[in-house]
């Protein structure tokens, strides 16, 4: 008994070191993705980002048993691949097109913010008013940042901003799903199980929308590291986290996306982080930090410490 408090220690050290790891995984993801989807298009990007990845996962779950299991749950494994992570791939896809990616990162953080209103009204997790605060502060962030059309790219800006949010919603709706569904699976077999239904689905549409010209040799690796680094290793991070952390706290990791999407936007791509999405992001990132109670809300602390 005497380890204990030194194994929480180590738990919470690896937990911080795995969001932190997972947040540039993601961060970059945004980047590289802006960079490749014009090269291949929406479906054929996702398709092949969640192929490579399954197949690269794939021979260490076999290796580690993992097959059984993968057989025991296919209706959840598809649902969780299909409308929970090709779907919002490929929304994230099309809206990339249209705006920064520095600018659908900071939308994206919104997720934890649809998260904890899907706990709050499915799942009897009963928001404070701090935290129903920093909801209305997170999404006035969100107007801040679409008023006036900042970072868009195309006359599409607006449907692409709302492709993002959808996103946010799906993702909330997944994370609580695949905790309530999933909890007692290996991640690493509802990465591969999830990556591959969610990949081979969209591979007859990829095949209808492959670009008549070849993409480059930089497009490819784009989307290489999107599947080698950004899914296959970003994913077992990121469900070893939801069982470990639960879905709210795990899916913070993108409170960091902005900042590594932002910052290497402008290094690679060369766009522009103007003082409005700067602000704007800011507010985004405060409100959703009260909605889950990581500021402010001492209720919160205390629970999601136990």
Known sequence: MGNGPVKLARMRARDLTDL???SLLWGAAYLFMRAAVPAFGPAPLVSVRLCIAALMLAPLMLARG?????????????????PFTALPFLLLAFASLHITAGLVAVLNATAPMF????????LKDRLTGWRLAGL??????VAGLVWGSASFKS???LLAVAAVLVTSVVWGLGAQYTRSRLSG????VITVGSLAAGGLTLLPLAWAQWPPQPPSVR???????????SSGLGF???FRLLRRIGPVRAMSVTFLNPVVAMVAGALYLGETVTLQMAVGGAVVLLGTAMSLGLIGDRTTHRDAAR
């Open 115 to 122: 998260a904890a209103l899907v706990g709050h009204y499915l």
């Open 236 to 238: 077992v991070l990121y």
């Open 155 to 157: 006359a599409d800006g």
């Open 136 to 141: 209305v502060i997170g999404f006035a962030g």
């Open 185 to 188: 699976v290996d991640p690493l």
């Open 219 to 229: 497009a490819w690796a784009e989307v290489v590291f999107l599947g080698v680094a």
């Open 20 to 22: 932190l790891l997972l």
């Open 66 to 82: 993992g097959l059984a299991s993968l057989w025991a749950h296919p209706v959840p494994l598809m649902v969780v691949g299909v």
